[in-house]
């Protein structure tokens, strides 16, 4: 799992986003323990700006 997390990372990067292996780590444990809530508005706002 941190070798697909530091691909995701690497990726972030080369695509000018600023984010660490725990930010990744926080955010993708944040996901799979609410999968089976609708997001929030805020997350969608996210989501339709490209930035998820």
Not at 21 to 36: A, H, N, V, Y
Request: proline share 0%.
């Amino acid at each position: 799992m941190d070798a697909t997390i530091k691909k995701l990372v690497d990726f972030a990067k080369d695509a000018k986003y600023d984010v660490t292996l725990e930010e990744i780590k926080e955010f993708f444990g944040e996901i799979t323990k609410s999968k089976d809530r609708a997001l929030s508005d805020s997350e969608l706002d996210m989501v339709a700006g490209g930035k998820i």
